[in-house]
T-cell receptor, first 111, second 112 residues
Framework: NAGVTQTPKFRVLKTGQSMTLLCAQD?????MYWYRQDPGMGLRLIHY???????AKGEVPDGYNVSRLKKQNFLLGLESAAPSQTSVYFC??????????FGPGTRLTVL | GEDVEQSLFLSVREGDSSVINCTYT??????LYWYKQEPGAGLQLLTY?????DMKQDQRLTVLLNKKDKHLSLRIADTQTGDSAIYFC????????????FGTGTRLKVLA
């Protein structure tokens, strides 16, 4: 099992550009989450999904969109990147137990 | 609202015990977690405690839970340089769905 994987690992964007971050899990988990991590602020929930075809807003959803067309994939989109979206993005999934499994992260810089 | 608080930094000498503290707000949390994040990596679950427990021990790790004060602590015995990392506590919110509230993280530095 690969667990939770994220692509890309690093990305640099210019303000106004768009991109999609991909999260994939091979554990057949229903729940998937996108977080951002900023210094001194811990992890903040952007969006989450409780199953294929469903998504919901988290704590800081503005400027992001998500899709869960397949159970194993959870995509995070930035339509028009802003410098405030410079961060490290983590994806996580949860199965029947309450434990979350995290991906290795994507480091995004918006210039 | 929901909030989880931790101190930002802790420095200890190798071989000493480390104690990382956390306070949370949601008294209905059924599980509380400790995660470890090494530089450039994702979060790795270290241990967790069910809300009806006061203490859980797992090798060098001891978790203490004081539900009355909504206080959680992680004690690492015989701290090693490999324990240097950021430690996050988290609580699970289960009303309606499963969401997790993370603390700000405590950066532990172990001095040789």
């Amino acid at each position: 099992n690969a667990g939770v994987t994220q692509t890309p690992k690093f990305r640099v964007l210019k303000t106004g550009q768009s991109m999609t971050l991909l999260c994939a899990q091979d554990m057949n988990h229903e729940y998937m989450y996108w977080y951002r991590q900023d210094p001194g602020m811990g992890l903040r929930l952007i969006h989450y999904s409780v199953g294929e075809g469903t998504t919901a807003k988290g704590e800081v959803p503005d400027g992001y969109n998500v899709s869960r067309l397949k159970k194993q994939n959870f995509l995070l989109g930035l339509e028009s990147a802003a410098p405030s979206q410079t961060s490290v993005y983590f994806c996580a999934s949860k199965g029947q137990r309450t434990q979350q499994f995290f991906g290795p992260g994507t480091r995004l810089t918006v210039l | 609202g929901e909030d989880v608080e931790q101190s930002l930094f802790l420095s200890v000498r190798e071989g000493d015990s480390s104690v990382i503290n956390c306070t949370y707000t949601d008294s209905s949390s059924t599980y509380l977690y400790w995660y470890k994040q090494e530089p450039g990596a994702g979060l790795q679950l270290l241990t967790y405690i069910f809300s009806n427990m006061d203490m859980k021990q797992d090798q060098r790790l001891t978790v203490l839970l004081n539900k009355k004060d909504k206080h959680l602590s992680l004690r690492i015995a015989d701290t090693q340089t490999g324990d240097s990392a950021i430690y996050f506590c988290a609580e699970i919110i289960t009303s309606g769905t499963y969401k997790y509230i993370f603390g700000t993280g405590t950066r532990l530095k172990v001095l040789a």
